[in-house]
């Protein structure tokens, strides 16, 4: 029989590295929640479903910061050293080209320590679903074109 990591159920989304989403989760010894924020942030760009992966990655953090005081207690017993999970967290965002805010915030997941580190990976988040939304949106119908059109001019 294969090994887990050679074969895939359904879709493409988990990537082509060798180094899987649920081997970083368990190299970082992280817990459910932030390895279900870190799931979406990985397959945000990848599964066709970006608003809603983002979405639901910031809901896991929010469950996450709710509870922080009792996923500390948990995350300092069953973590590895920091040079550790930080080389692993880094190792899959490299492998599945996962940078900038997406990859702040599943650093800071892997790492974090205080409820402020988790506060600050929920940014980071927020501010990809913005960008997002606002890459998005809606084009401006007539009447609002006109008044673009104004603006320009008196420019």
Same mark, same amino acid.
């Given at each position: 029989?294969?090994?887990?990591?050679?074969?895939?159920?359904?879709?493409?989304?988990?990537?082509?590295?060798?180094?899987?989403?649920?081997?970083?989760?368990?190299?970082?010894?992280?817990?459910? !929640?932030?390895?279900?924020? *870190? /799931? =979406?942030?990985?397959?945000?760009?990848?599964?066709? #479903?970006?608003?809603?992966?983002?979405?639901?990655?910031?809901?896991?953090?929010?469950?996450?910061?709710?509870?922080?005081?009792?996923?500390?207690?948990?995350?300092?017993?069953?973590?590895?050293?920091?040079?550790?999970?930080?080389?692993?967290?880094?190792?899959?965002?490299?492998?599945?080209?996962?940078?900038?805010?997406?990859?702040?915030?599943?650093?800071? !997941?892997?790492?974090?320590? *205080? /409820? =402020?580190?988790?506060?600050?990976?929920?940014?980071? #988040?927020?501010?990809?679903?913005?960008?997002?939304?606002?890459?998005?949106?809606?084009?401006?119908?007539?009447?609002?074109?006109h008044a673009e059109r104004f603006a320009?001019?008196?420019?």
């Amino acid at each position: 029989m294969a090994k887990a990591n050679e074969r895939q159920v359904g879709g493409g989304h988990y990537g082509e590295g060798e180094y899987k989403h649920w081997d970083m989760v368990l190299a970082t010894g992280m817990q459910y !929640l932030e390895g279900s924020a *870190t /799931k =979406y942030l990985d397959r945000f760009e990848k599964k066709g #479903v970006p608003v809603q992966d983002l979405e639901k990655a910031l809901h896991y953090i929010e469950k996450a910061i709710e509870n922080a005081s009792l996923l500390a207690l948990v995350a300092r017993a069953a973590r590895p050293s920091a040079k550790q999970v930080y080389s692993s967290a880094l190792r899959f965002c490299d492998e599945h080209n996962i940078s900038g805010q997406a990859q702040s915030a599943i650093m800071l !997941l892997a790492t974090w320590e *205080t /409820k =402020y580190d988790l506060e600050h990976a929920a940014s980071n #988040v927020r501010a990809l679903l913005n960008r997002l939304l606002i890459s998005r949106s809606v084009p401006l119908e007539d009447s609002n074109k006109h008044a673009e059109r104004f603006a320009e001019d008196k420019e």
